[in-house]
T-cell receptor
Framework: NAGVTQTPKFQVLKTGQSMTLQCAQD?????MYWYRQDPGMGLRLIYY???????DKGEVPNGYNVSRLNKREFSLRLESAAPSQTSVYFC?????????????FGPGTRLTVT | SQQGEEDPQALSIQEGENATMNCSYK?????LQWYRQNSGRGLVHLIL???NEREKHSGRLRVTLDTSKKSSSLLITASRAADTASYFC??????????WGLGTSLAVNP
């Protein structure tokens, strides 16, 4: 049981480039979440998916798109990267259907945009 | 928006001592959770306390919740060097989202 996996672990992009962050969970959970973590800002929710086929905006969705590909996979896309998107990105999956239960996190993707 | 505010921001103790971290929040909650994050890693869930509970234990962890004061504390007893990490509180309301604090950085010195 790998839990929540994320790829890539590190990425450097130039301003304007695009990329997709991948996340997969093998716990058969319905919900999946994308956060970004910045120094002094804590964790901020970008998008979440309460179930397969649904996605909703979180606190900081601008500049991002998401796809819930199937129950296991939830990807985050940066269409035109900006330096303000330099951050550590975490995918998480709550144990139960709602986000208020304990969440299982992936190891993170460290993204630098120059 | 950040609801949980951890206090202190940083804490340095000797191995074997107890570490206490506090979390304050602003709105009503269904539960409050504590997570640990080791350097360069993802967050790991430690303990969840529901709004109708006052105290909960898990191994060397003790969490208290005072809903009248909108605050919680996490006590780690007999700390070890391996407890060195950042600790975050997160509050859960009715909207499928957790609201996170900024964390307490704990250093346990051997």
């Amino acid at each position: 049981n790998a839990g929540v996996t994320q790829t890539p672990k590190f990425q450097v992009l130039k301003t304007g480039q695009s990329m997709t962050l991948q996340c997969a969970q093998d716990m058969n959970h319905n919900s999946m979440y994308w956060y970004r973590q910045d120094p002094g800002m804590g964790l901020r929710l970008i998008y979440y998916s309460a179930s397969e086929g649904t996605t909703d905006k979180g606190e900081v969705p601008n500049g991002y798109n998401v796809s819930r590909l199937n129950k296991r996979e939830f990807s985050l896309r940066l269409e035109s990267a900006a330096p303000s998107q330099t951050s550590v990105y975490f995918c998480a999956s709550p144990r139960a259907g709602t986000g208020e239960t304990e969440q299982y996190f992936g190891p993170g993707t460290r993204l630098t945009v120059t | 928006s950040q609801q949980g505010e951890e206090d202190p921001q940083a804490l340095s103790i000797q191995e074997g001592e107890n570490a206490t971290m506090n979390c304050s929040y602003k709105t009503s909650i269904n539960n409050l959770q504590w997570y640990r994050q080791n350097s360069g890693r993802g967050l790991v869930h430690l303990i969840l306390i529901r709004s109708n509970e006052r105290e909960k234990h898990s191994g060397r962890l003790r969490v208290t919740l005072d809903t009248s004061k909108k605050s919680s504390s996490l006590l780690i007893t007999a700390s070890r060097a391996a407890d060195t990490a950042s600790y975050f509180c997160a509050t859960a309301g009715n909207n499928r989202k957790l609201i996170w604090g900024l964390g307490t950085s704990l250093a346990v010195n051997p």
